[in-house]
């Protein structure tokens, strides 16, 4: 997590503040469960509260951590400090630092992944938009970076939405993955807690209950999380992909936007370069690199041991903010891409019509010809425009083995574009449950 | 995929024999969908189907494949040599090849994904036994792998259930990512494929149409599949780490069950490793080797490159295969578990009491003691019990402030084994629904 | 490890009949050794000898090993039925399973470390004489995709050649990492086993004795190992990347050899498609599979664990054979690559001379313009070419301030391409050492 | 890069402040090879010394960063403040923002290089001690967690010191690998700029020049850098795992240091957890994330895209921080562990004598029994042992056929210690090149 690659609003989440204020709250609220249940005076219960909207000194608690090499009980002691240390006295009490630590983690990771799905709902109202402003710019689609058959500017937009959709529905299943806390006390037996403490805690928090948990939360849940966000950094890199191959000059289909005191390169003024998507990619590596270690912290020795934490104090913050950022900044690139709908009509120009070399070979076999022969009669024709650069409509109409199959005018009909839009609203249709139409 | 880590079972799903009978099942499905649209003559899409019951002669397609090295058209050349020329003359008609490939793989990733989950099913059920079994074993928790709280065996089997509970879920939602098929042609635009047969493929063999596929399904789908898996076998890791220690010399809580002709070592006859454990260990890293690759091939160029081929030619079969062997294999290793009982009491007896220190240490503070206070009682006492090997128990009644605090009937009744299994009916409650009682 | 993506002579390294051959070796030096030593009769030692040109029988031995469930021991017993019991008497006294193992998986990987050295001589080769034959062959640099300044093929070729030659490197260096033996017993002690031993039978394997092992060779080599293949991987995929972008069809600088008989698509005759690159692509993320499973293999418990052995099981033979068939395959498309040079001039044409932008940005500079104003000059020049499609210098020589500055001859003399290629010889003495001329 | 796992002097290296320092002495080298070569006016070169001990404003440049969105750009207006728009004119004079950047970023890692070597002689220097202080001291060897033969712990922080002896070895090869410098213009043809300017500068930065460069300097180099980088840090993981199996409770051989006022736990305060090497392993993780997308870098397209800079500008110093920081940790872990020698012995005696079999096995076979009785008379003695808790030597000699075979003061003499260690001095002499006799 670097300034440079990070928003205000997924950084606050991760802030020692906002770590405090619900390491506080915790223990408020698993105050008020205990006192419910008898375990502890009212009285000291509610004092706590005193401290509902005091700030937590950042440096005052590091300072006591210094000494006793444990963060909570450092912040424990300041918490004594604030409210009293008569009514700090039942603070903690049968709990262990992990039921606050991994609570509040839990609790940090859940408002990431609200970020992460508004984040996507931004991401998906782009490419909603510009999928219909788009629908029908025709568009040459490529398969092995080589010209295939017409698509358009909308499905290519389109196919991301999807993609993204279920990108949004794994930040969703994540969410629920690790949207649990567990107040089980030092090896997750309720020993010395109530499991009712548990359950109000949680309630108040906004998690369930951790079924059975042991000192800690088992990670497994948080491996399934980063691997979430690994698959959606993923698609962010799919998507940065696109973009960086419609930029290249020979190409030149769409650009991103680009501000008027931008320079794009300190040695050749003319340089448009697809910066932020190639930035995108590198996010992405980023994201994805969280995901094994998440993996090798699954495997927590009996009831825990911590090598999970020093992971997740690097990666938890870093690998949600990174992702924030990338999708904040590809909802940018998507609203403002500049698409150039010319420029998609002559380089699919440029092969001259070989495009529908497929359609014409089907043609050929629905026509009484063998697959075989077919086959050979296109290819003979295409190898022509392709190695000659001639037109493959003037070629075919000129082979007569062709033309005695179809007829000259069973040939020219092969070369209509509406051909290979017939389906498009079928698509858009079940992509965004409606054609725009 | 070696066969040493197989189960015949796995290794079916990812035969050539499988993998041609699939094809041809997506191409007479598509046949009769052709036919019934008009597309193609009705009787040579029955004609197409003489091929149900052929063995396909995979040595024949390879022979053909080395000349078009291609091979989709290899396997529909010798569709052609089984069921005629003639008949064969529209198979494929206005299809491309990753229509059948890509449909192909999912069929076969949805069969593996069904084994898993039955794999699952056994080692859910396994762990449930074995947790109802030692419900009450005592036992002491660890935390860092230093003695802290008593806790039960059974509550160790019940959260490897809960955590492969989760895994099994898990393992459905990624069967659901990938049940999907796609007949879009080319570039995905159906151009020259109705949608309605690839509707009637994919209802044929059990997927659901792709909204919007390219030329190929979109790999984020593969991903989070690969991903799931990944999720799993650190699962498998945690519980065969949880073993690996608990046979380990010096603790020997519990043994893989080890069989009569088996010999530990060539040079120790004495010894019995947890060898099928660490193997376990082996194969979760194997498995989650699969991880990045699948993220890597999410970002394919335009419509398609075929960069993602070759790496789900061997982890597709790898990762399935490994983890169906790893999850039958640890189920074996749970349900054996040889566990000893008496040596669990023996180990948490081993240090005095000093698991009661916590429940201590609240005591005192509930009785009016500051928790700071108290904590150096405890310390003082324990630190003797720690370094010098006594009676925790003991050394507290000779400590005049915990007596003054407690009296002596108070400091025995914390050493009450009850107190820390109270709550195990609540935790299984809530893992299996039930109590056993 | 699949034999799509496998050849012969690295396969052999790690097929059972090689192994069993080099466990023999091992024990049958080991042999000679100890009775030199006088610890075992002469004739023992040579008479195990007499194995010297028999056939393992690997079904034989997986039959033993079936009841042992232990591999060294079922060669043994299966060495003791060629050579007699009695010979067989001596045969690994004093030495553990894992004497013969890793120092047997030490052989196996130098012997594939040879292969890849001598793959990427070839590789070198293939590049250095592409290298040469398009030294001059004009080309536009691209940064970010966009055209930059030109360069030349020649100079693509050498770069992958120096970056190839850093592999090389790199590989040699892993191949010392690997190139150790142990007989150093249960726990490495050489209690039951003279270090001379060790180091008779490493002289004859060709291997260094290893300074101090455990039961086994330290894991952090292997991991250096697999680390070196996935560097030398990535920098394959650098290359099959730079090749796919070659050949998409709006560059068309240059195609990978396409053989006659050969269909790239069974929907389109005309595609001819990057696929040998777009599959080294993906090869490349096969390999590098392998790094992390290796770092993770070298943490073993006490003097050793066995999880590492399931990991390179697969991924010793896995990532060397994918690797050797990578270079293999890369070799042949470096030395078949269709280049095609008038389209590299077209392509650099296209932008209407902008390549040269930086060029007169400096020429500007030095003629007493402000770098500031010089680089608004050049810039609302550039961005009428780029946006009209103008040729630069007609558009300078209307420019009266750069006329100004400048003057029309200076201006013109801006646009020689040889100002480009005049360092080019520098370049390639320090690549190659020559310069050809 | 968090503060609580980062080192002042590491930390430094990557500070903004270092950066434009390096960037600074970058461009008035370069000024000054301009000069000698005429390229410039002399005193415009020396003039920009001027700024040799100015402080760069870290926020002016990020102030002019957001206008321009270029750094290099920023960073140069802002020298231009400095040392005066006229002197400043010719600075960067046909060079390219990445021959600054990139020269700056392998100078970085240089220096982060030099500072982990130093780290790792400060570790190899405790080690060292440590070894030949325990280099007697007996202990169980253990393979599998079970016991095997007896060993030394002297050999164990020997066997490590070879480990970070090979680490230290593979930091040096790292460095190497990028300390290289680049100013080779903006697709590395020198161009605008001699390469005499790029060998001058490289000489007063301690860099080699970069044989043949694009834009950028290869990223290869960089994969291998990170790569060696998760070899050390696996091999920290490596002795980190053995120090949290010596501290577990069941095992107790030696302790991290317990300072006075440290609490190992809020709530069981006679815990004394193997925190840091918990944490070590957790970093190792951490450190090893940077392995993947350093080779994901290393696929740029053409003469370069950015995708790399994002990773790197996290990576470079998250990763050196991060090993910096284990690398010093560890060293106090080794420095002041705490080990206890009777407890070794303990465990060792624990077993009954079982470490002794091996050498039973051999003496029975050299006395003349086959290799299978022998091992069927040490295992049937075993098991009594294993499973009764009997002492090994007492069976033995109550084994009629074992005496018959040895005889009572030949099986007597096999429990001799000495037998294991007597080759320790040999050892040690490989290791160190020394026996401390």
Redesign the interface.
Known sequence: ??P??SRPEMVAVWSPETRFRIWFEIEAHAGDAMAELGVIPKENAAAVWKARDATFDVDRIAEIEA????D??AF?THLGEIVG?DAA??V??????SDVLDTCLNVQLTRAADILIADMDALLAALKRRAFEHKETVR????????????TMG?TF??FY??MD??RR?LV?ARE?IATGAIS????????VD?RVEEHVCARMGLA?E?????VI?R??H??FF??L??V???V??L???V??M?????LEGEEFF?A???G???????????LS??L??????V??????A?????????????????E???AP?ATV?LDFALARLTQVVDKLVIYPERMQA?MD??GG?AM???V??AL??AGV??DAA?RM??RN??K??EEGRDFQTELLADDDVVAALGKEAIAAQFDLG??????D??FA??FGETGD
Request: glycine share 6%.
């Open positions: 997590m670097i440079r690659y000494v006793t090499k444990h909570v009980i424990l240390e006295r039942f903690h009490q049968g709990m262990t630092s040459i689609g490529r398969s092995h970076g080589i010209h295939a058959e017409p698509t499905l389109a196919r999807a993609e279920r990108g794994r299943a993955e006390g030092a090896v997750g037996t309720f020993a010395n499991p209950p079924p059975i948990s042991t000192q088992p497994d849940r491996a399934a691997a979430a690994g698959v950094a993923s698609s890199e799919n940065a992909t696109e960086r191959h930029q290249r000059t020979e190409v501000s005191g931008q320079k390169s300190s040695a050749m003024p003319h340089k448009r370069n697809p910066v190639e930035n990619t590198g996010l992405a590596r980023l994805r690199s969280a995901v094994i270690p993996m090798e912290n699954v495997a927590l020795w009996h009831e825990r041991d911590i090598s999970h934490s020093s992971v104090r690097v990666t870093d990174t380089n440029r092969l070989l070399s497929q359609r070979l089907l076999t629905q063998t697959r086959y296109v290819q295409a190898m425009v392709w051909y290979h839009l017939k389906h498009v079928t698509i079940r992509v």
